[in-house]
């Protein structure tokens, strides 16, 4: 089984320094990364979307409660 957290960052250029220091933490259990955020040619989006495969089930779950601290940051939780 594997567990995909989708990472919902708002502010993004606040927050995003923040979430990339616990996903570093945690990136040795982090199978697969991918961030998706809104393109704008002249500045940074202010959203942004990481989604992030964690087959370690107790491992996603410490990485979410670290996620979960912090301000701007959402979580949704998908098991396969």
Do not use: H
């Amino acid at each position: 089984m594997t567990t995909i957290i989708g990472i919902g960052i708002e502010n993004r250029k606040e927050t995003a320094i923040n979430v990339q220091n616990v996903l570093t933490e945690y990136g040795c259990e982090i199978k697969t990364r991918l961030g998706l955020n809104d393109y704008k040619e002249i500045e940074c989006s202010y959203k942004g979307i990481i989604l992030v495969d964690v087959p370690n089930r107790e491992q996603a779950l410490k990485l979410e409660e670290k996620l979960k601290e912090m301000e701007n940051v959402t979580i949704k939780e998908m098991e396969f």
